[in-house]
């Protein structure tokens, strides 16, 4: 299906284990960014990504890990999660840096 | 320190009235506004902007305002409806920024009541 997935759409895990959230979109859209939802805070951006091979950080990228060998994938790796890492996960897309985002579903993260 | 403020956790309107969102932010280098629509367990939707250049931008019911002396901007959305029930997201984008991203305001959620 054309849009941007997200997986797993729910992932429960233990402090300091690694866990990969997967993100696909099917728009060949340049832009990629991973944002997290957390209560009192809205949404922040922990990475993006310009095109395939060119990550920067957001405001909140400690912890993270970012890749983008293809165009069209970019997960989001937490190498050893925190509790503080429990959160909803958004990933975002966009053909151009100045357009409008287009959000996956999101993944709920737990980190017991 | 806040640059995209949303002072109201949430809001309740009767279906048919008209629903005001609205949104304060700090930084004057902000030049493009947006408000995105979330509902829940869904990713948050693009529902209308303003560029700084304008001072209202029209689609529909939505209809955004933009004052920039008082750095303020609001959405109303007239008249509500019960689907109109979500949480609204208003962002903005730095121009010409360095990292080229939306800061997101806390969100208000609205409720419609039939």
């Known amino acids: 299906d054309a849009g941007i997935t997200q997986s797993p759409r729910y992932k429960i895990t233990e402090t300091g284990r690694q866990v990969t959230l997967m993100c696909h979109q099917t728009w060949s859209h340049s832009y990629m960014f991973w944002y997290r939802q957390d209560l009192g805070h809205g949404l922040r951006l922990i990475y993006y990504?310009?095109?395939?091979?060119?990550?920067d950080k957001g405001e909140v990228p400690d912890g993270y890990v970012v890749s983008r060998s293809k165009t069209e994938n970019f997960p989001l790796t937490l190498e050893s999660a925190t509790r503080s890492q429990t959160s909803v996960y958004f990933c975002a897309s966009s053909s151009d840096l100045n357009e409008k985002l287009f959000f996956g579903s999101g993944t709920q993260l737990s980190v017991l | 320190d806040q640059q995209v403020k949303q002072n109201s956790p949430s809001l309740s309107v009767q279906e048919g009235r008209i629903s005001i969102l609205n949104c304060d932010y700090t930084?004057?280098?902000?030049?493009?506004f947006l408000w995105y629509k979330k509902y829940p367990a869904e990713g948050p939707t693009f529902l209308i902007s303003i560029s700084s250049i304008k001072d209202k931008n029209e689609d529909g019911r939505f209809t955004v305002f933009l004052n920039k002396s008082a750095k303020h901007l609001s959405l109303h959305i007239v008249p509500s409806q019960p689907g109109d029930s979500a949480v609204y997201f208003c962002a903005a984008r730095v121009n010409g920024g360095s990292q080229g991203n939306l800061i997101f305001g806390k969100g208000t959620k609205l409720s419609v009541k039939p």
């Open positions: 930084n004057s280098m902000f030049d493009y």
């Open positions: 990504s310009a095109a395939a091979d060119i990550t």
